[in-house]
């Protein structure tokens, strides 16, 4: 987990110039083998493998990415199974050998906590990959990073999910800022902000309420997991990214187990989902 007092406002919130950082989603370690081939017994040697093989291009990248954070659903195995510590050892493992100029940056999803979230749970998370949400400043941008299971049901920790929404409210006011940015595992729609509620999206009501806080706040994107397909749309001025995954693919055409390049510019923010089979090293900006 980055060392949060490298990128506070008073060190990193003047823009200077562009930069290139990762955004990946669920590796979820263990769920190939548990859903997709339907074995009985939990292995995750094939998202170990994939892992590896995005840990090694982002490090071959030219210019290096300033960092790369990953969207959540880090393993598969839900807190207080047999396999849920050594599956978060071994997403440990395999990104430590990330470059060291290249800050990584985690977040929790479902598979992470529990559907239903407990202190528990949450404390499980914390212990082994840091705070479940926090914000950073790099190059002038501000950079925000939500638990979004608190938004899907607080009912076993809702002094956690009070806890955030204090913060978060505390954190907006911060500025001025180049771009802002959130990140979280569930997006809040996956085509449409007006589309109805089901498993990959976030309760209508809510969905309203806090998209409108974000564009009132100057967030531009928000960046997103979960679904294990590409999708994202517009709620006027803010754009959702949902990005496929380093691991498991769902969806009629799997997009490819990957990552999604992100370019910041002084005026914009540009973005493109690649496959490991075809991700480059030479990043032009």
């Known amino acids: 987990m980055a060392n949060l007092a490298n990128f506070t406002k008073e060190k990193e919130g ?27 017994e939990d292995e995750w040697q094939e998202e170990i493998r994939l892992s590896k093989q995005a840990v090694q291009i982002i490090n071959s990248m030219h210019p290096k990415p300033k960092f ?9 195995a839900m807190p207080g199974t047999s396999s849920s510590e050594p599956q978060m050892n071994d997403v440990r493992d395999v990104f430590s050998a990330l470059d060291p100029e290249i800050t990584l940056f985690y977040l929790p999803g479902n ?7 407990t202190e528990q749970g ?13 914000s950073f400043w790099l190059n002038g941008c501000h950079f925000v990073v939500l638990n979004s299971q608190y938004y899907e049901n607080e009912s076993q920790c809702s002094h956690l999910a009070q806890e955030q929404r204090e913060w978060l409210d505390g ?11 959130v990140f979280q595992h569930i997006p809040w729609f996956v085509h449409n902000p007006d589309e109805s509620k089901f498993y990959f999206n976030i309760d209508k009501p809510l969905r309203t309420q ?18 294990h397909e590409n999708a994202g749309g517009w709620d006027d001025t803010l754009e959702l990214v949902v990005s496929s995954a380093i691991g498991a693919q769902l969806g009629e055409v799997p997009a490819g187990h990957g990552f999604r390049i992100v370019k910041v510019y002084e005026d914009r923010i540009e973005h493109n989902y690649v496959t490991l089979d075809n991700a480059p090293t030479d990043i032009s900006l």
């Open 14 to 40: 003047k823009w200077t110039e562009p930069f290139v950082f990762i955004q990946g989603a669920d590796p979820q370690f263990g769920m190939i083998a548990s859903y997709v081939e339907h074995k009985k």
């Open 68 to 76: 790369l954070v990953l969207c959540g659903d880090l393993v598969n």
């Open 111 to 117: 598979h992470d906590i529990g559907d239903i979230p």
């Open 122 to 134: 949450v404390e499980q998370y914390r212990r082994h990959f840091g705070p479940d949400h926090y």
């Open 171 to 181: 954190v907006l006011k911060e500025g001025p800022f180049q771009h802002r940015v």
């Open 210 to 227: 806090m998209l409108n806080k974000f564009k009132e706040n100057g967030v531009s994107k928000i960046f997103c997991g979960h679904l």
